[in-house]
């Protein structure tokens, strides 16, 4: 009788296809059609339907680098690849994830292991030795209400079991040896603004135990944290960098092992347990801008505003690198956040140098300053940025603006004057100072 009522609803779609009629939207096709396996993958998945008793929609990781619903991974080291499918099923409107584990039998596949979770989907999956034995965990990051809220499991695959190793709440985590001791850590950051929580843990598997060997707090006032960065410090040693949020400003903190605690050293924990030294402005984050695989930790300074009429703070944006102890310079850029660009200043122009800002026109101009006296000089520069369409008009009055470039519908252009103190600069000059934000020259 089952297999009548699906033949006959499959007949009807088929049937309201060829009049026209197109209802099937992705979301309930892919439930009714459950993306097609082919090629080597197709017996696996003839052992994932065999094992699943009903219906189940295949699930794809929203971030990560394993972004399949069927993940094949040597996790023993045996040579031989196990298939690890990630889907959902629903019973009474609640959605329950499944990892199902399945292996090589003879020269076919079957299922030997599911575990499940009430979760609304699947957000990373990573494959990590966790204790140096030579086999591989399996790191899950489910999204248990969308993604405000997410829990992440461990489990490892002994004898044809999904042992569950731990579950925990997090914001973001990452697999790494952040301590050198020739196997990986699991490094877990948890921000929860309801609780005023902000720390980060790190993990290790031991006596078949996932345990927490180290951890620190992080900036109370955090509102949002975008993703961790795996790199390292100036001096080498690997670090995780975090570029956090605080309402209109960002902070980005660096965690490392020091004396084998985990530290952030950028946080002020005798007073105000913030991070101060590294706040700016929200949309400037983290940036390798001398492509050395290492980010450089944007920090603010004063910048003079040439508008008497402007009491809002203008400020240089000072590369630097950190080694753990100190912030070391490396560049400094005026930027401009609201269209997109940046300013890779000569050394002639810090602190000799004040800013108008015309966001209504999209002017930016630099003057000439005195910072012993105060005073603004004479006007070096204009810099604006106008719709591609204005400016291609025959009548549209460029008045010396030279075009840049053009991006995304945006042409940014500048005009030099007579301007020819100390500061001066060249055309060319001009040209290599400029960048969109995002962008290395």
Not at 95 to 116: C, F, L, P, Y
Not at 122 to 130: A, C, Q, T, W
Not at 265 to 274: A, G, H, I, V
Not at 303 to 316: G, H, I, M, R
Request: one cysteine or more; hydrophobic letters at 35%; proline letters at 3%.
């Amino acid at each position: 009788m089952k297999k009548r009522i699906v033949g006959f609803i499959l007949c009807l779609f088929i049937a309201l296809g060829l009049t026209g009629c197109n209802i099937l939207t992705p979301d309930n096709e892919e439930l009714l059609y459950p993306p097609q396996l082919t090629g080597d993958m197709y017996p696996i998945e003839q052992a994932l339907k065999e094992s699943v008793d009903g219906e189940y929609t295949l699930k794809y990781p929203s971030y990560g680098e394993q972004r399949s619903a069927v993940m094949l991974e040597d996790i023993n080291n045996d040579g031989e690849e196990e298939a690890f499918a990630f889907y959902s099923t629903s019973d009474d409107d609640l959605t329950t994830m499944h990892i199902n584990a399945i292996v090589r039998d003879g020269e076919g596949w079957k299922s030997v292991a599911v575990q499940s979770v009430i979760a609304a989907g699947l957000e990373k999956v990573e494959f990590s030795d966790l204790n140096g034995d030579g086999t591989k965990e399996i790191v899950v990051g489910w999204e248990i209400y969308a993604k405000s809220e997410k829990q992440l499991s461990v489990y490892s695959l002994q004898k044809s079991k999904l042992k569950p190793l731990l579950v925990q709440n997090y914001t973001s985590f990452v697999c790494c040896d952040l301590d050198q001791n020739q196997k990986n850590e699991l490094f877990i950051h948890l921000l929860d603004t309801t609780a005023s929580l902000n720390n980060a843990s790190l993990y290790s598997l031991e006596n078949s135990k996932v345990v927490q060997i180290a951890g620190c707090i992080m900036d109370k006032g955090v509102n949002e944290a975008k993703r961790p960065i795996l790199s390292q410090l100036s001096n080498g040693e690997p670090a995780i960098y975090i570029d956090e949020i605080k309402g209109v400003a960002a902070v980005t903190e660096v965690l490392y092992i020091k004396g084998g605690q985990l530290t952030n050293s950028l946080l002020d924990t005798t007073t105000t347990m913030e991070n101060t030294i590294t706040v700016r402005p929200a949309a400037i984050l983290l940036k390798d801008i001398d492509g050395d695989a290492v980010p450089e930790i944007p920090i603010a300074s004063p910048l003079p505003n040439a508008d008497s009429q402007n009491v809002e703070k203008l400020y240089y944006i000072n590369w630097c690198s950190f080694d753990g102890t100190k912030l070391l310079q490396k560049d400094i850029h005026i930027i401009n956040s609201a269209d997109g660009y940046s300013l890779d200043i000569p050394q002639k122009w810090v602190g000799n140098i004040a800013v108008q800002k015309d966001t209504e026109s999209r002017i930016r101009t630099v003057y000439s300053y005195d910072n012993e006296n105060d005073t603004i000089g004479d006007k070096i520069v204009t810099f604006k940025s106008v719709a591609q369409t204005e400016w291609d008009k025959s009548s549209y009055d460029k008045k010396g603006f030279v075009e840049l470039l053009r991006e995304a519908g945006i042409v940014y252009s500048f005009s030099l004057t007579s301007y020819d103190g100390e500061l001066k600069v060249s055309e060319q000059t001009v040209i290599d100072m400029f960048a969109l934000v995002g962008q290395n020259k």
